[in-house]
């Protein structure tokens, strides 16, 4: 046999070796999908909605978010946005929002989030769908297409698009449509892990996301007051606020890191 058929039977040899040799180490990313809502960025000093003291109780919703309410007395809509952007522009992530950014490290995580605030951004979270929009972004009324960030916490009458239409801000009122939502679908249908943090699951359609996971996942639901839900297999609830919570779903989770890694260096 020739040299150079003894080169090409070693180089076969060798691609069909590297191609099924198996690797002594794997790990796999699992997807992990958070659904947080108002309860995640109260510790940060944003408040909720619903609570005792709740935002819609100094508020009448339909003067200040809703179609309405900006045809009827857009200056109003304006100010009661503006306070709250000055508000969140003042405000920082919680242990809660580090958390889950760290999370990334280990797994694939993905954020579906019924807050405004970009709280999870600021801790470093790279993959957030924000369900109902963006406080300090800001759109065209003409040409909703046309998205900007805001640079402060202000937006006035007159602050216009480049097409010449009234900027107002990036944000789903009641009455419409949450365009986002079946995205958020298929993200939390695609979840190996998911833990929802911070929401009474009471605003819909957002709320009905809790029962799309698939049968037999991990779900861990963390806050203060424990929300009406299904029954389901492997569902675990933590009775805290959003840090302390987040702290015990963490523990769990390297947990189960550490027992796999043990698994993978040292197979029965």
Wanted: with cysteine; proline share 5%; aromatic share 8%.
């Amino acid at each position: 046999m020739k040299t150079e058929q003894i080169d090409d039977y070693f180089k076969l040899y060798k691609l069909i070796d590297d191609k099924f040799k198996k690797p002594d180490k794997i790990k796999v990313k699992k997807n992990i999908v958070v659904l947080s809502g108002a309860g995640m960025s109260a510790e940060s000093g944003i408040e909720t909605f619903r609570g005792a003291n709740g935002m819609w109780r100094k508020y009448n919703i339909e003067e200040v978010a809703s179609p309405q309410a900006w045809a009827k007395n857009p200056q109003l809509v304006l100010d009661f946005y503006n306070e709250r952007r000055k508000k969140l522009i003042e405000s920082h992530p919680n242990r809660g929002h580090e958390i889950i950014a760290e999370w990334e490290k280990d797994f694939n995580v993905q954020i579906v989030t019924q807050n405004v605030d970009d709280l999870h951004e600021r801790a470093g979270s790279t993959n957030v769908l924000h369900l109902h929009g963006e406080l300090r972004k800001v759109r065209s009324v003409s040409h909703p297409e046309l998205i900007y960030e805001l640079p402060d916490w202000e937006l006035k009458l007159g602050d216009k698009c480049e097409k010449g239409s009234q900027l107002r801000p990036h944000i789903v009122w009641f009455g419409e449509r949450v365009e986002k939502m079946d995205e958020a679908q298929k993200i939390v249908k695609n979840a190996r892990i998911f833990i929802v943090v911070g929401t009474s699951l009471q605003v819909m359609p957002a709320a009905y996301l809790v029962n799309l996971p698939r049968a037999g996942i991990p779900v861990y639901i963390v806050d203060p007051v424990k929300p009406t839900l299904n029954r389901r297999e492997n569902m675990i609830y933590f009775k805290e606020k959003a840090s302390t919570g987040l702290e015990k779903v963490n523990e769990v989770l390297m947990d189960k890191i550490s027992f796999s890694n043990a698994l993978i260096q040292n197979p029965f």
